[in-house]
């Protein structure tokens, strides 16, 4: 059974780079049959899709979050990886990282995610 | 970006209740669309896809429909595990988009 698990710093002051590895056991990120997105939720607030990656590496962002997103894959390691720069406050929210899959040439439903990590944006 | 209207935002709601949900669609997605229940302090779940498809595993009280752009999760008769936040989304076009939720609250 596929397990995600977000970790990085809890905390990030206004302005800097917010940097988070979501690490995948049972699965591979490698494999052909999913892709890996990121998902955030302000606290109180509902869910806010930032982009995702396939296993080949192509990368889809959210336009309001694209000047400053980042998704990366690492296969070797099995984990995915998400950078935000220039954060603020509004950027304050848990990040869950999430498999997605994918079946007849297309992407679709996130069949699996991570407990979810809270990250604080303040000084 | 598509957006996703999901009402009511609030269901107060007893056990045994049939509750249902609607999602509408700005644009056609096809039957592109999930719903996902979450709890608090949990990431969400997968309960359908596909508009209609039931997630393995996921209670067979739980079901999906859809007309045009509007989809419905209905849940036949209220159980003390589903109250919960419920929410849709959408993967027909990029970026995906989710409604704002239904919270279904003890009644």
């Known amino acids: 059974q596929v397990q995600l698990q977000e970790s990085g710093p809890g905390l990030v002051k206004p302005s800097e780079t917010l940097s988070l590895t979501c690490t995948v056991s049972?699965?591979?990120?490698?494999?052909?049959?999913?892709?890996w997105g990121w998902i955030r939720q302000p606290p109180g607030k509902g869910l806010e899709w930032i982009g995702i990656i396939y296993s080949f590496g192509r990368t889809y962002y959210n336009p309001s979050l694209e000047s400053r997103v980042t998704i990366s894959g690492d296969t070797s390691k099995n984990r995915v990886s998400l950078r935000l720069n220039s954060v603020t406050g509004a950027d304050t929210a848990v990040y869950y990282c999430a498999r997605g899959r994918t079946y007849n040439s297309g992407w679709h439903e996130f069949d699996a995610w991570g407990q979810g990590t809270l990250v604080t944006v303040s000084s | 970006d598509i957006q996703m209207t999901q009402s009511p935002s609030t269901l107060s709601a007893s056990v045994g209740d049939r509750v249902t949900i609607t999602c509408r669609a700005s644009q056609n997605i096809r039957s592109w669309l999930a719903w996902y229940q979450q709890k608090p302090g949990t990431a969400p779940k997968l309960l359908i896809y596909a508009a209609s498809t039931l997630e393995s595993g996921v209670p067979s009280r739980f079901s999906g429909s859809a007309s045009g752009t509007e989809f419905i999760l209905t849940i036949s008769s209220l159980q003390p595990d589903d109250f919960a936040t419920y929410y849709c989304q959408q993967y027909e076009s990029y970026p995906a988009t989710f409604g704002g939720g239904t919270k279904v609250e003890i009644k």
């Open positions: 049972g699965d591979s990120t490698s494999s052909n049959n999913y892709y």
